[in-house]
């Protein structure tokens, strides 16, 4: 390919909406234009990296003994009636109507879809197993889409559904899965981790995320420091702390003016603050949530979502509060009419003696107070958050903190989608049995903004050579020089002959710009020829991940020597 033919229209300013390096260089090097919020179109630069990544993706797949197919993006509401997402999925889903008002909409994932065009076709046991996937553009009406196709409204995925006749069967499709993607990400040179996730919105239990690490990631993960236990923050399962037992005594009101915190009023009362209790009021649809954990611990909302069965959380207002019974700052599980307020304690609360917690009354606390004795909570579960230092729910060790860019998930779905859509299959016996399914997501153009993440410097992107769009340009520093232009021109046809995928710089610019374009744009290798490489019969060459530059005799082993150069680095 010639530069001057090239579509790949640089920028020389960082784009002002774009906050994070993924966002500003895949648009700064002519890699993605915005046509809409949330929405790009890939220049040739960077569908040539989505097309690199996909191929990777087909390989892993295609090895696992995945089957490709390709689903429409416009599904009928009746499917999702179907399986009672319809009126759940909430405001992220793209609605539409046709002509005759049918409701319809763009696809944010496929699970209906695939479940009911396998429901018709898969009878019997033996058509089983299967696993089907598909790469296509995805569609969720991100209430704030940012950080470019970081949180985009449309974009690529790879999505793939497992049928199975049972538990065991799914299992072994699970792990056929994950092993493809640790393998698909390290093909595509990301620095990741997999991590327990919760399973969210799609449901079912049982879940890998594959964490791309980057400060810029969105998720917060935790790892322990000697096993190989991760989990995302919000799944971060934790142990039962154990505390001491003390003979309980009898709870007792006590005033406490002006003490609106915990601190507070541990410091007034002369209590250590693992003695006390926290309170957070939320709004859902089934009502108020009160949730009570150890004065020093914070609330894990997923793990509430979950414990509640609910969909959504608000901090509750003074208003519900009042309607519940009790008032922001002195809020305590006692006394409260659990009909109609929901009490939700953390499993440390429950083993802890002598407490002080709010008495739903403005200016007073409770000492003294036992859960098992003076309170009837209605749900006892692990809400906490987990917190740095903590210990590792599989080991003795601690758990650490990290940020990572969520590429991929896959999940156990079990008979979650099977049931509601009657996916069934027959079995040896002709009984009729429900399928167990299970979904695999890979965000294909959030794995090129990941990589950019993990690979950039202050001049650009630093392509891994596994998924660069090129791997080599050549850059003649005068293209009015006809002894430089016929020794880059012949340079460049050999590497073509020889199959590498190389560019030449044939535009007539000085040669800081073209410098500062390779650089800008990544290509792993840049080759230079002047007067002054030609002097030596040789040219320059220019690793650009180590800056590593050497000098290349333009004999006739110099492409052989160049594809043994371009075969070390990643
Ligand atoms: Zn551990």
Not at 93 to 121: Q, Y
Not at 244 to 253: G, I, M, S, V
Not at 359 to 364: L, R, T, V
Request: glycine share 8%; hydrophobic share 40%.
């Amino acid at each position: 390919m010639r530069v001057s033919k090239l579509y790949a229209p640089t920028l020389r300013e960082v784009p002002a909406e774009a906050e994070i390096a993924s966002h500003q260089l895949l648009l700064r090097a002519g890699f993605m234009r915005k046509a809409s919020g949330g929405i790009y179109t890939y220049l040739p630069l960077g569908w040539r990296v989505i097309r690199k990544i996909e191929a990777i993706v087909r390989e892993e797949m295609d090895d696992k003994g995945a089957q490709e197919l390709l689903m429409p993006i416009v599904q009928p509401a009746e499917i999702w009636q179907e399986s009672g997402r319809w009126d759940v999925y909430g405001a992220e889903m793209w609605r539409l109507k046709d002509r005759h008002s049918r409701a319809f909409c763009l696809g944010p994932t496929h699970e209906e879809m695939i479940t009911t065009i396998v429901r018709n076709d898969v009878r019997s046991y033996r058509q089983l197993p299967i696993n089907l996937y598909q790469i296509q553009d995805k569609f969720r009406d991100e209430r704030r889409p940012r950080f470019g196709l970081m949180r985009s409204r449309e974009f690529i995925m790879k999505d793939a559904y497992s049928f199975d006749k049972d538990e065991a069967g799914l299992e072994v499709s699970y792990k056929g899965m994950y092993e493809a993607y640790a393998n698909i990400f390290k093909r595509c040179g990301l620095v990741f981790r997999p991590v327990e996730a919760d399973s969210g919105a799609i449901g079912g239990s049982g879940s890998h995320e594959f964490m791309a690490l980057a400060e810029s990631g969105e998720a917060e993960i935790v790892f322990c420091d000697s096993c190989d236990y991760a989990a995302n923050t919000e799944k971060a399962e934790l142990h039962l702390i154990k505390a001491e037992t003390e003979t309980a005594l009898d709870k007792e009101e006590v005033v406490t003016p002006d003490c609106k915190t915990i601190v507070d009023v541990c410091s007034y009362l002369k209590l250590p603050i693992e003695k006390s209790i926290k309170a957070v009021a939320y709004q859902s649809e089934k009502g108020l949530i009160l949730c009570f954990v150890r004065g020093d611990h914070e609330v894990n909302e997923v793990k509430v979502l979950n414990t509640c069965d609910v969909l959504e959380l608000e901090m509750a207002s003074e208003t519900a509060l009042i309607e519940g019974n009790t008032v922001g700052g002195y809020m305590g599980p006692i006394g409260i009419d659990t009909n109609k307020v929901m009490v939700v304690v953390d499993q440390n609360v429950m083993e802890m003696s002598n407490l002080c917690c709010g008495a739903n009354k403005e200016g007073y606390h409770f000492i003294n107070v036992n859960p098992n004795k003076d309170f009837t909570p209605t749900h006892v579960a692990d809400i906490r958050l987990i917190q740095e230092g903590d210990p590792c729910p599989h080991c003795n060790g601690k758990v650490e903190k990290a940020r990572g860019i969520e590429v991929g998930q896959v999940f156990k779905l079990f008979t979650k989608y099977s049931e509601p859509l009657k996916a069934t299959y027959l079995d040896e016996n002709g009984k009729a049995k429900p399928i167990f399914m299970g979904c695999y997501g890979i965000g294909v153009s959030r794995t090129m903004a990941a990589a950019v993440e993990q690979y950039n410097d202050k001049d650009g992107i630093i392509w891994p050579k596994s998924i660069a769009p090129y791997h080599i340009v050549v850059v003649p520093v005068n293209v009015k020089d006809v002894e430089t232009m016929e020794a880059a021109e012949d340079l460049y046809i050999k590497l073509k002959n020889a199959g590498v995928q190389v560019l030449i710089d044939d535009r007539d610019e000085r040669p800081g710009v073209k410098f500062k374009d390779a650089d800008l744009i990544g290509y792993p290798v840049r080759v230079v020829i002047g007067p002054k490489t030609l002097a030596e019969n040789s040219a320059e060459v220019k690793m650009r991940k180590s800056g590593e530059v050497q000098m290349l005799t333009l004999d006739g082993d110099c492409v052989q020597k160049l594809i043994e150069m371009l075969e070390k680095i990643d």
